[in-house]
């Protein structure tokens, strides 16, 4: 019998809008190392426990059988509709002109849905790889970002809006000097960005940015991704779950520090998405924001380890000329062309 965790007690965001989502949710992306099998059943027991937030994506190569659980569920009446928060993202691959509403709608087939809460440009340019791509694999046809191309783009998320078919948009993998090109272009502005987050990689720029702007950020790789793609991997990166004054906040908590990193993440204002196919990991993940927070002393000292340790580099979306995946980040503070 699965733990049950009421979701009355998971903290709420409250966004621009004035719609609510879940504080926490669980990411479905199973990144080379799980069927979509393992990752349909977890997304399965995690509605069984409580969860209420789920973030998919089309690349994610899943969809089909998370449908399955959803409808499942909606028709055992383990849940309603209403109660989930379901977010998807457009590929690189479908971001020309009329393709992102394709991209939705053979989302919303696939998820067994009639509308999704949320919906991400998930990276800001339509260069792409092939799933399963090595890390030196390069697509030729990439390009720098392009404001023009991307508010196409954005103008097709708008209308997604408007039909109905998405409550809300968002845009995921952005950095400052992008969202500052693009943000007054827009008609309707995003409620959240999606970036990676974690203990080792703080971004409080772009943090603050979103949070000024209203914009609730959404943090992928939470406890530092241990499961990421071995071609997202290398010599340089950091365990944020083995830095010494992480693991002794654990000590003190009697957890695994990977629950301190979500506990970190809920309290400092963004939403955690970890990703576990276990059932005790996933029902650790949701049941730890509901007790035992950490003290202003452990935030501060968690804010000291930053390392501005940056996983998920992106460099197979890099194009011919581009000197290295910094590129991809505007470290300078302009767009990189």
């Given at each position: 019998?699965?733990?049950?965790?009421?979701?009355?007690?998971?903290?709420?965001?409250?966004?621009?809008?004035?719609?609510?989502?879940?504080?926490?949710?669980?990411?479905?992306?199973?990144?080379?190392?799980?069927?979509?099998?393992?990752?349909?059943?977890?997304?399965?027991?995690?509605?069984?426990?409580?969860?209420?937030?789920?973030?998919?994506?089309?690349?994610?190569?899943?969809?089909?059988?998370?449908?399955?659980?959803?409808?499942?569920?909606?028709?055992?009446?383990?849940?309603?509709?209403?109660?989930?928060?379901?977010?998807?993202?457009?590929?690189?691959?479908?971001?020309?002109?009329?393709?992102?509403?394709?991209?939705?709608?053979?989302?919303?087939?696939?998820?067994?849905?009639?509308?999704?809460?949320?919906?991400?440009?998930?990276?800001?340019?339509?260069?792409?790889?092939?799933?399963?791509?090595?890390?030196?694999?390069?697509?030729?046809?990439?390009?720098?970002?392009?404001?023009?191309?991307?508010?196409?783009?954005?103008?097709?998320?708008e209308r997604l809006v408007d039909m109905g078919l998405t409550r809300h948009i968002g845009m995921?993998?952005?950095?400052?000097?992008?969202?500052?090109?693009?943000?007054?272009?827009?008609?309707?502005?995003?409620?959240?960005?999606?970036?990676?987050?974690?203990?080792?990689?703080?971004?409080?720029?772009?943090?603050?940015?979103?949070?000024?702007?209203?914009?609730?950020?959404?943090?992928?790789?939470?406890?530092?991704?241990?499961?990421?793609?071995?071609?997202?991997?290398?010599?340089?990166?950091?365990?944020?779950?083995?830095?010494?004054?992480?693991?002794?906040?654990?000590?003190?908590?009697?957890?695994?520090?990977?629950?301190?990193?979500?506990?970190?993440?809920?309290?400092?204002?963004?939403?955690?998405?970890?990703?576990?196919?276990?059932?005790?990991?996933?029902?650790?993940?949701?049941?730890?924001?509901?007790?035992?927070?950490?003290?202003?002393?452990?935030?501060?000292?968690?804010?000291?380890?930053?390392?501005?340790?940056?996983?998920?580099?992106?460099?197979?979306?890099?194009?011919?000329?581009?000197?290295?995946?910094?590129?991809?980040?505007?470290?300078?503070?302009?767009?990189?062309?």
């Amino acid at each position: 019998m699965t733990t049950f965790i009421d979701p009355k007690l998971i903290p709420q965001r409250k966004l621009y809008t004035g719609d609510y989502m879940p504080a926490i949710g669980m990411g479905t992306f199973g990144s080379d190392r799980f069927t979509p099998e393992q990752i349909s059943a977890a997304v399965s027991g995690a509605i069984e426990a409580g969860y209420r937030l789920f973030d998919c994506a089309a690349v994610y190569g899943n969809e089909d059988q998370i449908g399955e659980v959803f409808r499942a569920a909606f028709d055992k009446g383990t849940v309603k509709r209403e109660e989930l928060f379901i977010m998807t993202k457009v590929w690189n691959d479908m971001q020309g002109k009329g393709d992102v509403l394709l991209s939705c709608a053979k989302s919303l087939r696939d998820l067994q849905l009639d509308y999704v809460d949320l919906f991400f440009v998930h990276w800001p340019f339509p260069n792409y790889h092939a799933p399963g791509a090595s890390g030196d694999s390069r697509n030729p046809d990439s390009k720098p970002f392009n404001v023009d191309q991307f508010m196409q783009t954005w103008r097709q998320c708008e209308r997604l809006v408007d039909m109905g078919l998405t409550r809300h948009i968002g845009m995921s993998n952005m950095t400052i000097p992008k969202l500052e090109a693009v943000l007054p272009l827009c008609r309707i502005k995003p409620v959240a960005i999606e970036m990676e987050l974690h203990p080792c990689f703080q971004q409080p720029e772009l943090y603050d940015y979103c949070v000024a702007r209203d914009i609730q950020p959404i943090g992928f790789c939470p406890i530092g991704s241990p499961t990421r793609p071995d071609r997202d991997k290398t010599d340089d990166d950091i365990t944020d779950i083995e830095v010494p004054e992480l693991v002794e906040i654990a000590k003190a908590h009697n957890v695994h520090p990977a629950i301190i990193c979500i506990k970190w993440a809920v309290q400092r204002g963004q939403i955690p998405i970890p990703f576990s196919i276990r059932e005790n990991e996933y029902v650790s993940n949701l049941k730890c924001v509901t007790e035992d927070p950490l003290t202003e002393e452990e935030m501060d000292i968690l804010e000291t380890i930053d390392r501005n340790n940056r996983l998920i580099k992106g460099q197979v979306f890099l194009w011919e000329g581009a000197k290295g995946w910094e590129d991809l980040w505007d470290l300078d503070g302009t767009i990189t062309k």
